[in-house]
């Protein structure tokens, strides 16, 4: 018994040191990762899916653009990247009596922003569309998430209704993913 109360003493004298270099080293590994570093693409994709349904109507949204940066970073309110490009965006409802409707516009831009906001945040902006009152081009008009590598990001995106929600079936809430061309 005399060795057992021993050796009990001695991991209770151990046992803080011990668990404090497990807490310490787990500490280290459970702290943020350092934020990702963003560099635009000189050419970039973003593509993105939505889908919902809304009083029997089922709304699927497809999102497939390509864009060019010219290699110049415009400075605002953080970092700002001015873009040029587009692509289509496709918007398909389909009725409960089994018919529907698809609008798949091709949609370009001259000026689109990509913008970094604090550490690892993103706004991906199209002027042009925040300035219409329709939801469908405001949905895409501005479209935030975060960045995920050097050159990648990923956020949400509402693919909302073609005519001040005219459309019966309301907005399809999805993702979006920038990634090099």
């Known amino acids: 018994m005399g060795s057992g109360l021993g050796m009990g003493r001695g991991w ?10 497990i807490v310490a080293t787990a500490g280290c590994g459970s702290d943020p990762a350092e934020p990702e570093i963003f560099e635009l693409p000189a050419q970039y994709t973003v593509t993105g899916e939505a889908g919902g349904t809304n009083d029997g109507f089922t709304v699927s ?7 060019e940066w010219d290699g110049l ?3 605002e309110t953080g970092r700002v990247y001015v873009t040029s490009g587009g692509g289509e965006v ?3 409802i389909e009725r409960p009596d089994g ?13 689109n922003h990509v913008r970094l906001i604090g550490a690892d945040s993103i706004a991906l902006e199209t002027p042009v569309n925040l300035a ?9 008009g501005r479209m ?17 209704a073609l005519v001040l929600d005219e459309d019966g079936a309301g907005p399809a809430e999805g993702t979006w993913r920038l990634e090099p061309a």
């Open 99 to 111: 018919t529907g409707l698809v609008f798949t516009p091709f949609l370009l831009s001259e000026e």
């Open 61 to 67: 949204c497809t999102m497939d653009l390509v864009f």
């Open 132 to 140: 219409t009152d329709i939801p469908f081009y405001e949905g895409i």
């Open 90 to 92: 496709e918007r398909t």
């Open 12 to 21: 209770r004298t151990l046992a803080p040191a011990w668990m404090a270099t």
């Open 73 to 75: 970073e415009r400075l």
């Open 144 to 160: 935030t998430g975060r960045v995920t590598g050097p050159g990648t990001a990923e956020g949400t995106w509402t693919c909302g």
